[in-house]
């Protein structure tokens, strides 16, 4: 498959599909054989009341059918819907995407949820096409998105954040039957009750992803339980560069061993493969028998940071693993790019100890910048040799 570099420009994305991430080395979509139609939002209101402005709902609608929408232009193959700064509230319900279209917002001024009563929150975006997702901040919801089977999600720049699914399973931020693809995105303060942060029973990859403070409360009253407070994997996902930190798993089963950041492999055949990231921080509230950070199989890749493995078995390349030790990162800040970050502090055991050798598309390396946006590698500990982090920020 042929890959092509997205061009960063905030507000304004090439229609393309969302498709793949260049070799994990970087955010990447596919040229488009048909450029569609440029759709501007210009009413935060939700509903198809014909009032002589575009929705969010309605462009979603006009690029779906491809016929016209009160103010919104017919879509015709991939088309791009651009939403300025503002609070968009789901007051309607879910918004489906069946075609394949790119949604590109302004960052952290772009909110799109914001309905925390339990009898107002319903899933943010449910992908059964192809959704290119960026600079958006999905917030407050039942689930801020659910992929279906033969659904395609490829979100970068972006934050979910306190999403809270009380399902009886799912996730509160991403759940996934589909192909999801995601960087240089944070997943924030999610609840659920497979996973708080990521659901992922297909193809996942994640590269430059901040996962903390996300939360998984599974009532099970069965003989096993599998879920995990960060991300809980029941099919195939690579990550990369990711920072996944103070994340919490608590079940109803009394020997749950399910990892409190990442989860792989439960009842079904899996297969997480990780390079260059950090599991720490995180935490199964099962006092007989907890397990931190991670639980089942994970393949490493090189140079990751796991704290806690008492509850993975860890093959592959373990070249410049570390365990047993905190990466000191800093909270959840402002630290430069369009989501929150945590920094590398004085003296952390992940600055300057990624895979040495120079960032590119392979899988093993780390990508070409980091969450921020900012080139790798940097020479964060001062001794004249850049060398790239473990982790999803470049100090």
Not at 22 to 36: I, Q, Y
Not at 119 to 130: L, Q, Y
Not at 376 to 393: E, F, L, M, S, T
Request: with cysteine.
């Amino acid at each position: 498959m042929a890959w092509i570099r997205l061009v960063r420009t905030r507000g304004a994305v090439c229609a393309a599909a969302a498709v793949g991430i260049a070799g994990l080395g970087g955010v990447a979509v596919a040229a488009s054989p048909t450029v569609g139609t440029t759709i501007n939002v210009t009413s935060t209101a939700d509903g198809f009341v014909v009032n002589h402005n575009c929705s969010l709902r309605e462009a979603v609608m006009a690029a779906n059918t491809d016929t016209k929408v009160d103010a919104c232009p017919a879509g015709h193959g991939v088309d791009t819907i651009k939403v300025p700064a503002g609070a968009y509230r789901l007051t309607l319900g879910t918004i489906n995407v069946s075609s394949t279209v790119a949604i590109v917002g302004t960052g952290a001024n772009t909110l799109i949820g914001g309905l925390p009563s339990s009898n107002t929150r319903a899933i943010a975006f449910r992908v059964t096409g192809s959704l290119t997702a960026s600079y958006l901040t999905v917030h407050d919801t039942l689930e801020g998105f659910r992929i279906d089977g033969g659904g395609k999600l490829f979100i970068t720049n972006s934050t979910i954040r306190n999403n809270y699914n009380t399902a009886a399973s799912g996730a509160g931020g991403i759940d996934n039957s589909g192909s999801l693809q995601i960087a240089t995105t944070s997943i924030i303060n999610n609840q659920g009750p497979q996973a708080g942060g990521i659901a992922n029973n297909a193809s996942a990859v994640a590269v430059n992803v901040t996962i903390s403070g996300n939360y998984a409360a599974l009532e099970d009253s069965g003989s096993s339980d599998n879920g995990s407070g960060g991300i809980s994997n029941e099919g195939t996902l690579i990550g990369r560069n990711l920072t996944i930190t103070n994340n919490t798993y608590a079940s109803s089963y009394p020997s749950s061993t399910s990892g409190g950041g990442i989860e792989s492999g439960g009842e079904l055949p899996a297969t997480a493969k990780l390079a260059n990231s950090i599991i720490a921080g995180n935490k199964n509230t099962n006092a007989s028998s907890p397990a931190p950070d991670c639980s089942g199989k994970i393949t490493s890749l090189g140079y990751n940071l796991i704290q806690s493995t008492a509850h993975c078995v860890i093959t592959g390349t373990l070249t410049g693993n570390m365990s047993g030790t905190s990466p000191k990162l800093g909270a959840l800040a402002k630290n430069g790019g369009p989501t929150l970050t945590q920094m590398p502090q004085v003296g952390s055991p992940v600055i300057d100890k990624g895979n040495p050798a120079k960032p590119g598309t392979s899988v093993a390396l780390c990508p070409l910048a980091d969450q921020r946006n900012i080139a790798r590698p940097r020479d964060g500990n001062g001794d004249k040799v850049a060398r790239c982090d473990i982790g999803a920020v470049e100090k």
